[in-house]
């Protein structure tokens, strides 16, 4: 793989994303190394579905002071584009090994993971399938859910078919943003809208992916610690019994004034318990490279 060009990143000034060819397509992404120690410990950032990376921007900039920051944009989200159409079902295992190829073009050898939504899912499966790679996984308002079967999947869609165009491109969500994020606050909503539009007709299809793979059967196979942070009000909290009795080495934190994107309401809390826990529970450290 070889790097190509600089691309502009959404709501995040003066930084500077890039993109790498990969198996299937260009994986973009952004890398605070570049403006400080590219050997020190290494944290890759997965966003949200319909997400992309300026999602995690208040989080990454207090903890680039210690750690080499990279934060990725999933297949179809954001400035990563695929060669093909968008599948009917994408599954996080293969966003999981586009971040694994990420990491191996960068020459990192071992990262802290921390997703959200999506991209913890994405995390424990990399977590799972490519061991040697994560050093902790935070996940930070996730759905750790169990598998759908093709039925409940095709209810969800019928569920869900008013917030979608045609040819499945995201609408606005408007009010209905706010109940599934439990927030109200706009600049949140209004980013959402903007990144859903940037990832387009990939949307469903990662979704479709995470109902149809599942996540709760893989927890009990993920053996580096693991942080889950969620905001209060995030429905996401009832999974919480689900990581405590499944995680083997598990820290549960939760986030007051804030819902599913915690990471957005309340950046700096995110950004402190997250390098408590790793000072406390890290191990190792990532290792930087170009």
């Not at 003066?14 to 403006?35: A, F, K, P």
């Not at 002071?65 to 295992?93: F, I, K, Q």
């Not at 993971?113 to 994560?134: F, Y």
Request: charge should be negative; hydrophobic fraction near 40%.
């Amino acid at each position: 793989m070889t790097g190509e060009d600089t691309y502009p990143v959404p709501l995040w000034e003066e930084v500077t994303g890039r993109r790498i060819r990969t198996e299937d397509g260009w994986l973009h992404y952004v890398d605070l190394g570049e403006r400080g120690d590219p050997a020190a410990p290494v944290v890759v950032l997965l966003h949200k579905l319909g997400g992309w990376v300026a999602d995690w921007r208040h989080v990454a900039e207090p903890i680039a002071a210690r750690y080499r920051v990279v934060a990725v944009d999933l297949p179809g989200h954001g400035g990563s584009t695929m060669d093909e159409r968008s599948p009917w079902a994408h599954p996080p295992s293969a966003s999981a090994n586009r971040v694994a190829e990420l990491l191996a073009a960068l020459g990192i050898e071992r990262a802290h993971v921390m997703g959200n939504s999506l991209g913890g899912i994405v995390g424990v499966h990399l977590a799972v399938g490519r061991p040697e790679l994560v050093v902790t996984l935070a996940l930070v308002g996730v759905s750790l859910t169990e598998r759908h079967s093709l039925e409940r999947t095709l209810d969800n869609d019928r569920a869900v078919r008013h917030l979608f165009g045609p040819d499945w491109e995201p609408l606005s969500l408007g009010s209905a943003a706010a109940d599934r994020a439990a927030t109200d606050d706009p600049r949140i909503l209004t980013e959402q809208d903007l990144s859903r539009h940037a990832a387009g007709r990939w949307v469903r299809p990662s979704e479709r992916g995470v109902g149809l793979t599942g996540v709760a059967h893989l927890l009990p196979e993920v053996r580096v610690p693991t942080l889950v942070v969620n905001g209060v009000r995030a429905p996401y909290r009832t999974y919480d019994e689900r990581a405590r009795d499944s995680l083997p080495d598990v820290r549960i934190e939760t986030i007051d004034e804030a819902g599913s994107f915690v990471h957005q309401e309340r950046p700096a809390e995110v950004a402190r318990h997250w390098q408590e826990f790793v000072a406390e529970r890290g191990g190792g450290t990532g290792t930087g490279g170009r």
